[in-house]
């Protein structure tokens, strides 16, 4: 049996060979970089699911509503092959609400969440020979779903310079008589814009033209907090016909719900009469359904939930994006060509000239989790190489943190900072280094003053004294209600003290950590080995991380210059043209 079953050759082949992986299998493989003993809280800023943070927690209205299905008895057993009608009736009403015309329940199929609408109708629209068009960058399942039902993919341009917007003169060139359809993202995943009605109006006049269907994947419909509301694509169905593709994930925050459709939205009758309606429905007597649990709660879902909270998160998305996208201007090796107005993710040029040992998206994205525990996506899983994908859905505090342990990482493999070291490497301590260092076969430590430290250094040896010593009430474990990494890190908290230290030429804020904080103890003369320095909010930090060493010693009497707070210095980074 081993050897028959291996004649056959099973390697997943078509989706390796067109370099296809999922999203979450390419975090995954960045998430193996994570040093274990890290104790700084992981920050995952790759994924769009918030659901485990409070402040975007679903609605109540939507929990009763899973409660009352339950308690109801009514939903305990087999669904229709295409959703029970209650629920394609009030999503029906849902989608119409937004439209000029109305959408009927038989014009509705659910699925269990919009992936699988995807790949239903990838199915459905698959022919010999044909083709079909999906945006860069865009979201992959499309591409490996394409690849299953071996469709040829053409991609069309998304222009940062424009806001993202579809480059209508690309689609043209594209198309030829075997092209099927086009799929239209909005509000965009992964570029966080939103279209306006005018342009969704020239997507629908351009494909009415050429001849293709219009897919819209509207997975993050109303998620706006721009200048720009959400236009669905339907409000054009009388130009070209829509399939459109939602599900309840994103706007009420829930995902694991698995709650998805496909609508039709053809007020001219074209799927029917195509027979694409009837190729839905067959395909979905062979598929999987949504829970029956869970579509005996969308009515309920979809009309009780308020205004209020559906302004609660996108006044919460607002917060953090504008957080984020000040952050951001400080990381120079960061170029953000637009500044997100809807759903939770965002494009970020890299610009490698600036950096030191950095090969591409994927090598930067797998040191800064080695190095920082940041994890975010590498830009040539949604189509644009050296680019990146941030995730802003997220506490806004969470972000700031993120944000700052990567100016950290940019300053340690920045060009511009290694020059500046280069050109501060002939001090006297270091000087006395190479002498000691060429008279004895063994190097002897050389102690070095509080006023010599300088940004993006390590290696120092130090004899302060403890000024005073202050407990952070660091974050983490695993309960729902727990910061934003708490699925990725459930061991306990650690201890940190920041510690004021010193000598007699000045003084700087230490980093203590876990046993560390057990030494640094106000009024203690302690010797601190092999020391670097962190960066935090532009300002200097000390700390000793494994590689180091903090030892008490005997009481010294070394009177500290409070005056001179290294700490207190903010400093700006400079490019150093080379």
Not at 21 to 34: A, D
Not at 380 to 407: H, Q, S, Y
Not at 489 to 497: D, V
Request: aromatic share 8%; glycine share 8%; net charge negative.
């Amino acid at each position: 049996m081993e050897n028959k079953l291996g004649e056959w050759g099973f390697n997943n082949g078509d989706l390796k060979e067109k370099s296809l992986f999922s999203i979450r299998s390419v975090l995954e493989t960045i998430m193996e970089n994570l040093k274990e003993d890290d104790e700084r809280v992981q920050i995952h800023l790759g994924r769009g699911d918030p659901s485990s943070i409070p402040c975007f927690r679903t609605s109540p209205v939507a929990e009763d509503a899973i409660f009352d299905a339950v308690r109801s008895a009514k939903f305990n057993g087999y669904a229709p092959a295409v959703g029970i009608y209650s629920a394609r009736r009030s999503i029906a009403d849902y989608l119409s609400h937004d439209l000029p015309h109305h959408v009927s329940p038989d014009d509705v199929f659910l699925t269990p969440g919009a992936n699988q609408a995807i790949e239903v109708v990838m199915s459905v629209l698959a022919r010999p020979g044909a083709n079909i068009l999906f945006p860069k960058p865009g979201y992959p399942f499309y591409d490996a779903r394409a690849a299953c039902s071996n469709l040829e993919v053409r991609h069309f341009d998304l222009l940062p310079e424009k806001g993202w917007e579809v480059d209508l003169k690309s689609v043209e060139a594209l198309v030829d008589d075997h092209t099927i359809a086009i799929v239209i993202i909005n509000p965009g995943n992964p570029c966080g814009n939103v279209f306006t009605s005018e342009h969704l109006q020239e997507i629908a006049e351009t494909a009415k033209k050429l001849g293709i269907l219009v897919i819209a994947d509207e997975v993050y419909s109303h998620l706006c907090f721009g200048s720009k509301p959400f236009v669905p694509m339907g409000v054009f169905g009388l130009i070209t016909p829509i399939l459109t593709l939602g599900s309840i994930s994103k706007r009420w925050i829930v995902p694991g719900w698995r709650l998805g459709w496909i609508a039709m939205v053809d007020p001219s009758g074209v799927l029917k009469k195509s027979g694409i309606a009837e190729c839905l429905q067959n395909y979905l007597e062979y598929s999987a359904n949504p829970a029956t649990i869970i579509q005996g709660a969308v009515p309920h879902i979809l009309e009780k939930t308020t205004k209020e909270f559906f302004s609660n998160i996108n006044n919460v998305l607002k917060e953090a994006v504008d957080a984020f996208y000040t952050k951001v201007q400080e990381i120079p090796c960061f170029i953000c060509p637009y500044k997100p107005e809807g759903a939770m993710s965002m494009m970020i040029k890299l610009n490698l000239s600036l950096l030191e040992g950095i090969n591409d998206d994927m090598d930067f994205c797998a040191k800064l989790a080695h190095e920082e525990s940041i994890i975010i996506l590498p830009g040539v899983i949604v189509g644009l190489k050296n680019w990146l994908r941030f995730t802003f859905a997220m506490e806004p505090a969470i972000l700031e943190e993120g944000l700052d342990r990567i100016k950290a990482f940019y300053l340690r493999h920045s060009k511009g900072l290694r020059t500046f070291l280069m050109a501060t490497t002939a001090t006297p301590a270091t000087a006395t280094a190479t002498s000691t260092a060429t008279t004895s076969e063994k190097k002897k430590p050389v102690f070095v003053k509080v006023e010599s430290l300088k940004p993006g250094t390590h290696g120092h040896n130090l004899t302060v004294k403890v000024v005073e010593s202050n407990t952070v009430k660091a974050t983490g474990g695993g309960s729902r209600g727990g910061r934003v990494s708490a699925s990725l890190n459930s061991r306990a908290p650690p201890r940190i003290s920041e510690c004021l230290i010193g000598d007699e030429t000045g003084c700087i804020l230490f980093t203590a950590r876990n046993e560390q904080v057990d030494l640094m103890k106000p009024g203690a003369t302690v010797i601190l080995r092999n020391a670097k320095i962190d960066m935090f909010k532009g300002s200097m930090r000390l700390a000793v991380d494994k590689w180091g060493r903090v030892e008490v010693t005997e009481p010294a009497d070394i009177a500290v210059n409070d005056q001179n707070n290294l700490s207190l210095v903010e400093y700006e980074l400079v490019n150093v043209d080379e």
